[in-house]
């Protein structure tokens, strides 16, 4: 059974830094995998904010967050980083990480995904 847990969380005042953590188990190495995390302010839907390819080859940033947060994984450790510095407030959200992969690894099967619960990020000014 696939689970994704979430870490690193926390408060921090603006300009500082913090870098989430997201761990997968439970689950076999596979080229379709795709790890993102997303983020979900009081009362705004959720919304994408990076993604990372399953050998870390191709990363994507929303907008508002490109130059400033950094997304890696370490595959040794399954493990996916998002190294976030230059925080504002509005960067203060629940932070979560999806995780989605091919069923049997085979790239006509339907696609999986499993989230983390969460983990809170706040940004004071």
């Known amino acids: 059974q696939v689970q994704v847990v979430e870490s690193g969380g926390g408060s921090v005042q603006a300009g500082g830094s913090l870098r989430l953590s997201c761990a997968v188990s439970g689950y076999t190495f596979c080229t379709y995998d795709m790890t993102s995390w997303y983020r979900e302010a009081p009362g705004k839907e959720r919304e994408f904010v990076a993604s990372?390819?399953?050998?870390?080859?191709?990363?994507s940033y929303a907008n508002s967050v490109k130059g400033r947060f950094t997304i890696s994984r370490d595959n040794t450790k399954n493990l996916v980083n998002l190294q976030m510095n230059s925080l504002k407030p509005e960067d203060t959200a629940i932070y979560y990480c999806?995780?989605?992969?091919?069923?049997?690894?085979?790239?006509?099967?339907?696609?999986?995904?499993?989230w983390g619960q969460g983990i809170q990020v706040t940004v004071s000014s």
């Open positions: 990372i390819d399953s050998d870390g080859g191709t990363t």
């Open positions: 999806k995780f989605v992969s091919r069923e049997d690894c085979t790239a006509w099967r339907r696609l999986l995904d499993f």
